[in-house]
Nanobody, 115 residues
Framework: QVHVQESGPGLVKPSQTLSLTCTVA??????????WSWIRQSPGKGLQWMGS???????QYNPSQKSRTSISRDTSKGQISLQLNSVTPEDTAVYYC???????WGQGTQVTVSS
C-alpha cells in the first residue's frame, strides 16, 4: 500500500519562499516512467499543475510559474520537495503531491500566504 503525505508550514509571509515536502511510503520514487507531481487548488478555482519529477530525475514545470518554482527529490528518504519563491496571497491554496499515472494522492496541505 502506497502512502503519500505532504508537510510544511501552514502560513507563509508574502515575498518569502514556500517549502513543502512530500514523503512517499510503500513505493520507490525512482520507478521508471512514474512521475511525481505537485498540484494546487486555490479557493474557488480548479486544480493547477505546478510541475513533475520523473523516475529518472528529469523535471518539468508549469511555464506560468517556472521562474519561481523548484522541484527536487531525495530518493534515500523517499521525498519530493517543492520550493516556490516570492509568494503572494494568490499562492494561497491546498497543495497536493501525487503520482497521476499511478493515481496516488496525498491528502493535501493548506498553505496561506498572509502577513
Amino acid at each position: 500500500q502506497v502512502h503519500v503525505q505532504e508537510s510544511g508550514p501552514g502560513l507563509v509571509k508574502p515575498s518569502q519562499t514556500l517549502s513543502l515536502t512530500c514523503t512517499v511510503a510503500g513505493s520507490s520514487i525512482s520507478v521508471s516512467n512514474r512521475y511525481w507531481s505537485w498540484i494546487r487548488q486555490s479557493p474557488g478555482k480548479g486544480l493547477q499543475w505546478m510541475g513533475s519529477i520523473g523516475g529518472e530525475g528529469g523535471v518539468q514545470y508549469n511555464p506560468s510559474q517556472k521562474s519561481r518554482t523548484s522541484i527536487s527529490r531525495d530518493t534515500s528518504k523517499g521525498q519530493i520537495s517543492l520550493q516556490l519563491n516570492s509568494v503572494t496571497p494568490e499562492d494561497t491554496a491546498v497543495y497536493y503531491c501525487a503520482s497521476l499515472t499511478a493515481n496516488y494522492w496525498g491528502q493535501g496541505t493548506q498553505v496561506t500566504v498572509s502577513s
